[in-house]
Nanobody, 129 residues
Framework: QVQLVESGGGSVQAGGSLRLSCVASGRTDTGAKYMGWFRQAPGKEREGVAAVRTGGLVTEYGDSVKGRFTISEDNSKNSLYLQMDKLRPEDTAMYYC?????????????????????WGQGTQVTVSA
């Protein structure tokens, strides 16, 4: 089992920035192949935001956040981060951290929530106009 705990959410005005963190604990020695950030707004499906292949060399972003959000990892701290800049009201959602191991998802880890085995509880981000 791997436990994921997100933090860093909050309320911010449009144009502002937030940095989300996700700390992994438990069987982190099993080495997830990729980790990602997803978000879900009320009444909407969970949406892929950003993902990184373990090692940090390959990243993937959702179209709506390209150029504004940056995903990074610090394996020494078992941590995943999401730097969110130029925030917009439509970025308002619960943000979730997730870890996955599927070889079939390795080239496009954002394509489905089914690619992920473990999920955090989420951290709320609210952006006001």
């Amino acid at each position: 089992q791997v436990q994921l705990v997100e933090s860093g959410g909050g309320s911010v005005q449009a144009g502002g920035s937030l940095r989300l963190s996700c700390v992994a604990s438990g069987r982190t020695d099993t080495g997830a192949k990729y980790m990602g950030w997803f978000r879900q707004a009320p009444g909407k499906e969970r949406e892929g935001v950003a993902a990184v292949r373990t090692g940090g060399l390959v990243t993937e972003y959702g179209d709506s956040v390209k150029g504004r959000f940056t995903i990074s990892e610090d394996n020494s701290k078992n941590s995943l981060y999401l730097q969110m800049d130029k925030l917009r009201p439509e970025d308002t959602a619960m943000y979730y951290c997730a870890a996955g191991w599927s070889w079939s998802c390795l080239n496009s880890p954002l394509r489905s929530t089914d690619c992920y085995t473990f999920w955090g509880q989420g951290t709320q981000v609210t952006v006001s106009a």
